[in-house]
């Protein structure tokens, strides 16, 4: 199984970017996927999840502001991202919790992409 994000970049205040992650692999099921980001010198922290009856978790400094959604039949993963501020800028990951696959169960992180938020 992997996971693999896309979207990332640099991006004026303000702006939009949309990443995407897609698992791979012979998957059978997910019950969470979602996004967590962790900047230079910061821990890892959680930004979005969306459970596989759609049900959506955000944290705080991004509600309002960024969307999370799947597409079940491509195993994919999206983080809409609105109106972002320079302290929206890390590395993002995306997880996997509950991934059920032919050979194996567990959960499963990406390998990060980067969002630069700077003027």
């Known amino acids: 199984v992997r996971l693999v994000e896309s979207g990332g970049g640099l991006v004026q205040p303000g702006g939009s970017l949309r990443l995407s992650c897609a698992a791979s692999?012979?998957?059978?099921?997910?019950?969470?996927m979602g996004w967590y980001r962790q900047a230079p010198g910061k821990q890892r922290e959680f930004v979005a999840s969306?459970?596989?009856?759609?049900?959506?978790n955000y944290a705080d400094s991004v509600k309002g502001r960024f969307t999370i959604s799947r597409d079940n039949a491509k195993n994919t993963v999206y983080l809409q991202m609105n109106s972002l501020k320079p302290e929206d800028t890390a590395v993002y990951l995306c997880?996997?919790?509950?991934?059920?696959?032919?050979?194996?169960?567990?959960?499963?992180w990406g390998q990060g992409t980067q969002v630069t938020v700077s003027s």
């Open positions: 692999g012979r998957i059978l099921s997910i019950n969470v």
């Open positions: 969306i459970a596989s009856g759609s049900r959506r």
């Open positions: 997880n996997t919790v509950g991934l059920r696959s032919y050979s194996d169960y567990g959960d499963y």
